[in-house]
């Protein structure tokens, strides 16, 4: 329901912060590297998920749009709710969450508290491929686009498809082409390919 709010911080601790946009102060749940990540700013952008229970709604505040998709990776893993990835997000990097799962490194993951070995190798199972997929650094850093070609393969990524398989269908593409194309043009030119 909302990508990100924009606006004045006018609160911060190690759990949640506020947010005032258009008049209205938005309480948002954070984990620890967020709030790491937030520093001492006065002006801050932070991308968000609002989860809906019957009780209550709560929106979770993400410091970039990597950790935003992690949380939502770990989230659809059974048994693993939003409480508990905050708990795993503060408790070691997005960037060490990731590198575990795709290493299969069950070890690290049933450290952090609240994951048994159960719910630690549940997460390996069903993450391990999916992240392996989108690459690397896919999850970790907000993507920068240094042409059109770099933004249609991120939104190809995003659509599911594999880095490797996204960039062949991509160059064949523009190799056929021959000319310089919109992303848009990219992007359904690399699905009829797909």
Known sequence: MYAYIDGKLTFKCPTYIVVEAGGVGYHLNISLHTYSALADTERCKIYTWLH???????????????????FLHLISVSG?????????????????IQTAIVKADVALIQRIKGIGA??????????????????????ITMPQYNNARDEALSALIMLGFGKQVAEKAIDQVIRQAGQDLSVEQMIKGALKNL
Do not use: N, W
């Open 118 to 139: 159960k719910s630690a190798q549940r997460i390996v199972l069903e993450l391990q491929d999916k992240l392996k997929k989108e690459g690397s650094d896919s999850l």
């Open 80 to 96: 693993i709710g939003p409480t508990t990835c905050r708990m795993m997000l503060s408790s070691i990097t997005p960037a060490e």
């Open 52 to 70: 809906v229970k019957e009780d209550a709604h709560t929106l979770y505040g993400f410091a970039d749009e990597g950790e935003k998709r992690l």
